[in-house]
């Protein structure tokens, strides 16, 4: 299972916990590039790819979930 995660502040982080070793992959887009060693340990066991911006996520990446 694929999800989008964007913003990776406090609540974005409480769910990307929630959703390590549920989910296989996670993409997370948050601007701030400083969020980068939090979402590293909040996804423990899934892997995560960051983006800066929606722009940036390849246009035929394909989610099961989002979360906004």
Do not use: C, Q, W
Not at 45 to 58: I, K, N
Request: glycine share 10%.
């Amino acid at each position: 299972m694929r999800v989008l995660l964007v913003g990776a502040g406090r609540m974005g982080l409480r769910h990307l916990k929630g959703l390590d070793g549920e989910v296989t992959h996670v993409d997370v887009v948050d601007p701030n590039p400083d969020v980068a060693p939090a979402v590293k340990v909040g996804s423990g066991r899934t892997s995560t790819t960051m983006f800066a911006t929606l722009d940036d996520v390849p246009s035929n990446a394909r989610y099961d979930a989002a979360i906004i």
